[in-house]
């Protein structure tokens, strides 16, 4: 019963946002009142149906409700409770739902908190997010009806896909949706600033947050992603430019740009026609990916529920949106005046530049993505594009932009002199490029990978610090950090966000650098030395877990004697989905990860063990985690947390008021 | 997730359900597979890591657990110890799979788009940036007219 009323919640908000897309969008034309206030209390009543529906599906699961479909093909009685809870979303159609229910919550949101936007530019915000809610609803209840009954209730479940029974994995997709959808905000208010004609430093101070919002969560899901790779897939490797890592790299690219320009338009009102350009793409692209994800158009290792029919709805759905939104930018960009003027070296220069890698990078990306079916369908050529691909054409992208930022960071709005910037920065760059030196003269043969890491984190993050220091005026040191301390919260987001890419490009590069792997046939009781450490491997027992049966491997690991660990790598079975996972006997460090993985028993006796030393391996996860963490700091500034578009405030120096208001 | 059911199942048809503990896919690079000759070794995994696994999705044979990708490992050993040059080698495996296993895609024919869409697109990105820039230098505000002056006296006055 309860799974009806949820199915029926679901078809509820359905005819509510067909409504919503109309009434508001109509009434803001018109300038009727009672038309676009309309928009407020559908956008509650969307969310809380679409709730509802969720809560009921999630009830079935819970419950395990075998009558339903959904829960007797991704779940199973025996399933520890927080994966019968996750397997709600790791499957197609209960992740269009969540999906959905992410959609209407940031719908709701911009209906609570936005009173203080002009009356027309909210209504219409509310009328386009609620047809991309309408959009997805739609395909949810005609093509993917995570409510369908079964016939004949089976006694038990197919167990969710044992790779997905996994914490990391059950937050994985949760973030990625709030990152995609986030952006649909950022595209919902693009497209109602180009109906309405108009964009002011308000828009931007509007948009910033989503977008920084969006971010925060793409940011955090692609580094739960690739942990989870890292820990799970049995040989430590964090990326594979497979294409459904790609379909969310994009739009994180993308929505990193806006992020930037979004600042140019707020506090310099000028970039604005490229800021909707790239709040548009950003969205068309996280569209594209779920497309990829779902559609089987790209094989991939994680492309699930491949359905050609299904495929041909998002195409339509992306195709839609996009050509709506980009005839309206051809037929309104141009209005989208710029009022602040900037020279050539200034700070919005310096945005302009990180914007052009950043979008050029994402291309880049997407074109290597999709080659593979152009190829094929337009030149005949099957051919594969891969990791090596990826590697050459997007690094120098991310090297320069490494290069240029602490640089630009500095340089001041409107009319900066690059060299008076770089005054506090020539100290960094040598000391960088000495540090980076003597670490390529000690380190033995190998690339150049591992130095050139060092010297751009080095310069990356000590140019974070910098910049800080820098603001903090002059004088005795005690004065100076405790006005560092009362710095702007945004500033130190900022500062955060970039220290943090800073220790992400050492880590990357000094663990590929300088990682060392062994592979060899270990018998019980047998020690082996790899690098400075003594591995024995204890012994190989059966093991029973709540739903599954693991062949676990007792490793200890020493250092000149001295115990460091105790490893233990696994190899599970979930009978109830017959497939086998590794899983990793890994101890972290401070300076490297100590990484175990067990084998097939071999014929003569013994057993296959491959154990890797990977240095910083740590550093990639704590530098994805400050970027997030700079993206909050920055989301909670002041400036946000009084009233958005209020004109007072902690910057005397921003623009007149416009007189278009 | 619904493929992996379909081939479980089919699989399961034609009787070629493995036995519980058998069911373990051989992990990729295997001890036995190594070669003595480090140097050699170290070759063979720089080759393999370009090369595609031709039924796996989107894996390298050096990180597939596929025993086609065992297979395709041991015929990289095996012509490299037969004398190969690393080019020999990686043009064998293209007359044998197919330029489908090259992962680093050739640098001919219509691939020069591919490889060269990076390049072009950034300097289309820095000219378009430059010139917008440049315009938006030039259309920097006019200076005030006598009129404009007055009035901003009259309103500092105030």
Known sequence: MIVELGHYALILAFAIALVQTVVPLVGAHKGWAEWMAAANPMATAQFVLVAFAFGALTWAFVTSDFSVQLVVNHSHTLKPMIYKISGVWGNHEGSLLLWVLTLTLFGACAAWFGANLPATLQARVLGVQSSIAAAFMAFTIFTSNPFERTAFAPFDGRDLNPLLQDPGLAFHPPFLYLGYVGLSMAFSFA??????????????????????????????????????????????????????????????????????????????????????????????????????????????????????????????????????????????????????????????????????????????????????LVAEMVFGRVLSVGPPFFNAAFTPFFVALAIILPVGAVLSWKRGNVWKAARGMWGIGVLALAVGALVWVMQTGGSMLAPMGVVLGIWVVLGALADLWMRSGRGAITGRLRRMARLPRADWGKATAHAGLGVVIFAIATMLGWQSEDIRVAREGQSFEHGAYTLTLEEVRRVQGPNYTSTMGFVTVTRNGRHVADLRPERRIYPAAGMPTTEAGIDYGFTRDVYVTLGDPQEGGGWALRSYIRPFATWLWAGSLMMALGGLLSLSDRRYRIAAGARAGSAPARAAPSPAE | MRAMLRALVIAVILGLALPVMGAFPAQAVQPDEILDDPSLEARARALSANLRCVVCQNESIDESNADLARDMRLVVRERLVAGDSDEAVMQFMVDRYGEFVLLSPRRDGVNIILWASGPILLLLGLGFAIAAIRRRGADAPEPLSEEERARLKEIMRE
Do not use: C, Q
Request: cysteine-free.
């Open chain 1, 191 to 372: 497209v109602a600033a180009l109906i309405e004609g108009r964009i002011d430093g308000a828009w931007g101070r509007w948009v910033r947050p989503w977008t920084l919002a969006a971010w925060v969560f793409l940011t955090l899901g692609i580094a739960l992603g690739s942990y989870w790779a890292y820990y799970e897939l049995g040989w430590g490797g964090f990326w594979f430019w497979d294409p459904v890592e790609n379909a969310s790299l994009i739009p994180w690219l993308f929505a990193t740009a806006l992020l930037h320009s979004a600042i140019v338009v707020e506090k310099r009102e000028t970039l604005k026609a490229w800021t909707v350009l790239l709040a548009i793409l950003g969205f068309g692209f996280s569209l594209l990916g779920t497309f990829i994800v779902r559609s089987g158009l790209l094989t991939s290792v994680h492309a699930f529920a491949t359905d050609p029919d299904r495929g041909i709805w998002l195409l339509a759905i992306f195709a839609g949106f996009m050509s709506v939104a980009l005839i309206l930018f051809a037929l309104r960009g141009a209005a989208l005046e710029a009022k602040g003027v900037f020279a050539t070296i200034s700070r919005e220069t310096a945005l302009v530049l990180n914007n052009v890698l950043l979008a050029v990078s994402g291309f880049v990306v997407f074109v290597g993505t999709m080659w593979p």
